[in-house]
């Protein structure tokens, strides 16, 4: 069968002729490969086909009356897999009312055979500027969506969430069935899937996987994209018996400061869904937002953590002139994410709640050493300063805009379950689930640890304490969770 063999990584064009004639089979060819496009043809419909269904084409000319399929059956068969693909029909002088349907169908023009070869150039000329409008059309798309994700990003939302809208936006723009990213593990030095979103979990079976990275990791270092078609996936990743149903494949480095942090792939698993190279560079452009986001989170999550050393660091400044209260914040800490886990929170509550823990006496730095460290009885007057405490650590934290959602945990640690506590008295749920956690690790840390004025006292003394005071005190689900804890521990001693 003449013609060449079907290229679609460059922006050469890919036409695809369809007609049981042979010598006209054979003028096409020689035309359009001698024009530098790319051509293959075939003699039936079903043939035609199995060509798109394997390989990416622009336009498809076919004749009109063709045994076991017509022109216009290839074309609503070809609509329904790839309705992108530009359909030319030729057609004799008898059957041009066929033609005009096959138009309204959906074909983009018809040429009257025996065709002038002027007239079939034009025609196909035009209908591959078309192709080409089309998919400018869908650039221009894609870079309103890019507009949409910096209004996302410039709202100032978490890394995690980012890098899910950046997933979806990639999804949906290019059409792609599945969109993962992979980060680089620095200690495995793997790539690792971060997220994968997908319009069906079906496809989640049929994805590369981590190795995929692997391979192609040399490619990244020199700043590559890949945008790989059926065959070509298959050949790149043989190995992997998964690859024999992918479409269509991207894959672009995610790099920071030149180096390959991680990876966004798209796969599509859709017959004749190809990505193009609009789509590709589309998906580039994503991924260097997505690696500048990356790159930003980190070095404000860095410096958040400076931040949040630092308090802490002063907190426990506090804990160091008492020899009595030392390491407290940090023992209330370990008690309230042993809670934390056993009420199986999400890791971001188990964080913050652990912080404010952490640093819930804070406010004592503010309270004067004296008082803080009396022996003996306070007298009402010193009880109240020390009752200050979650006031002050709320006034310390204040203007510290990145610890705003740990503030109310700590302004809170001292209110009771029946509203008795300070210092706002408020009860029941409306006491910050974290507070009411900590409460309980706080009471229980404190009374089993040694005071200027008495001995620490028992765990079992101190849980019998906890049970007497569920429902008055402390939040009674927490005290049970806890009692269940401080004894599994126990046990396993
Ligand atoms: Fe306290
Ligand atoms: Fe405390």
Do not use: W
Not at 15 to 35: G, Q, Y
Not at 41 to 57: F, P, R, T
Not at 166 to 191: G, R, S
Not at 318 to 338: C, N, P, Q, R, W
């Amino acid at each position: 069968m003449p013609g060449k063999t079907v290229d679609n990584t460059n922006n050469i064009h890919s036409i695809l002729v369809v007609d049981d004639e042979e010598h006209i089979r054979n003028i096409l060819c020689e035309i359009l490969s001698s024009m530098d496009y790319n051509v293959k043809a075939v003699e039936n419909g079903q043939e035609a086909l199995i060509e798109i269904k394997s390989e990416a084409y622009d336009m498809i000319i076919t004749d009109l009356m063709m045994p076991k399929m017509t022109g216009l059956e290839l074309l609503d068969c070809v609509k329904a897999i790839a309705p992108d693909i530009i359909v030319i029909m030729m057609t004799g002088f008898g059957t041009i009312a066929s033609a005009v349907d096959a138009m309204k169908k959906g074909a983009y023009e018809y040429v009257l055979k025996p065709f002038k070869l002027d007239e079939l150039v034009y025609t196909i000329k035009r209908g591959l500027e078309k192709r080409e409008l089309e998919k400018a059309n869908v650039q221009l798309k894609e870079t309103i969506a890019l507009l949409q994700l910096n209004d996302a990003i410039a709202s100032g939302i978490g890394e995690e969430r980012i890098l899910g809208i950046i997933i979806d936006v990639t999804l949906k723009e290019i059409e792609a069935d599945v969109v993962t990213c992979l980060l680089k593990n620095n200690e495995t030095n793997k790539y690792e899937t971060r997220l994968k979103h997908s319009k069906e979990k079906k496809y989640f079976g049929k994805l590369l996987g981590e190795i995929d990275c692997e391979s192609i990791d040399e490619m990244y270092e020199q700043g590559e994209v890949l945008l790989l078609q059926k065959k070509e996936i298959r050949k790149k990743f043989k190995a992997l018996p998964q690859a024999k149903d992918i479409v269509s494949f991207i894959s672009i480095p995610l790099k920071i400061k030149n180096k390959v942090i991680g990876t966004i792939n798209a796969y599509s698993f859709t017959q004749g869904h190809y990505f193009t190279d609009g789509q590709c560079k589309a998906a580039a452009i994503i991924a260097g937002r997505t690696a500048s986001i990356i790159d930003n989170a980190q070095l404000y999550e860095n410096v958040q953590n400076t931040f949040k050393d630092t308090v802490k660091s002063f907190a426990y400044a506090i804990e160091t002139k008492d020899k009595y209260t030392h390491g407290h914040s940090e023992k209330v800490a370990l008690f309230t994410e042993l809670i934390c886990h056993a009420m199986e929170l999400p890791d971001e509550d188990i964080e913050r709640i652990k912080l404010a823990a952490q640093l819930h006496d804070i406010g004592k730095i503010g309270i004067n050493e004296e008082v803080l460290n009396k022996p003996g009885k306070l007298t009402i007057e010193e009880y109240e300063i020390i009752k200050g405490h979650p006031l002050m650590g709320t006034r310390i934290l204040q203007p510290l805009h990145f610890l705003k959602d740990i503030i109310p945990i700590i302004h809170h640690h001292h209110e009771k379950y029946d509203g008795t506590g300070y210092p706002d008295g408020i009860k029941g749920a409306d006491i910050p689930l974290g507070s009411r956690i900590i409460s309980v690790g706080d009471t229980y840390e404190a009374m089993t640890s040694d005071r200027p004025y008495r001995k620490g006292l028992s765990h079992a003394v101190t849980v019998t304490e906890l049970v007497r005071c569920a429902g008055t005190q402390f939040d009674p689900g927490i005290v049970k969770i806890f009692i269940k804890i401080m004894e599994e521990g126990y046990k396993k001693k």
